[in-house]
Nanobody, 123 residues
Framework: QVQLVESGGGSVQAGGSLRLSCAAS????????VGWFRQAPGKEREGVAT????????QYADSVKGRFTISLDNAKNTLYLQMASLKPEDTAMYYC????????????????WGQGTQVTVSS
């Protein structure tokens, strides 16, 4: 049974930092592609960051480039999202996910999802 468990969310003031973790069991996160998503109340879920593990390449949403860093610790089978310079608009539930990449690395078909961790940024 595959489980992805997020942690590290919380409440911070604007300009602060948080590090989210996603611990996996029953699945090796380095298999193909892993990522972070977020969903704010009343908004659609959006992709935040992705790692294509085969090439070690990363992708970020424009809204978080330069502020967020995605990383994977293969030994711990844990995915991280380091978030800095947080803004109120970063407030959302954050989810990690793992899946299978397309052959050309153009996208990731996410199969497994965590339950989410809440991040709240106050101004």
């Amino acid at each position: 049974q595959v489980q992805l468990v997020e942690s590290g969310g919380g409440s911070v003031q604007a300009g602060g930092s948080l590090r989210l973790s996603c611990a996996a069991s029953g699945y090796t996160l380095s298999s193909s592609c892993v990522g972070w998503f977020r969903q704010a109340p009343g908004k659609e879920r959006e992709g935040v960051a992705t790692i294509y593990t085969g090439r070690g390449t990363t992708q970020y949403a424009d809204s978080v480039k330069g502020r967020f860093t995605i990383s994977l610790d293969n030994a711990k089978n844990t995915l991280y999202l380091q978030m800095a310079s947080l803004k109120p608009e970063d407030t959302a539930m954050y989810y990690c996910a793992a899946g299978r990449r397309r052959y050309d690395y153009s996208s990731c078909n996410y199969i497994y999802w965590g339950q989410g961790t809440q991040v709240t940024v106050s101004s």
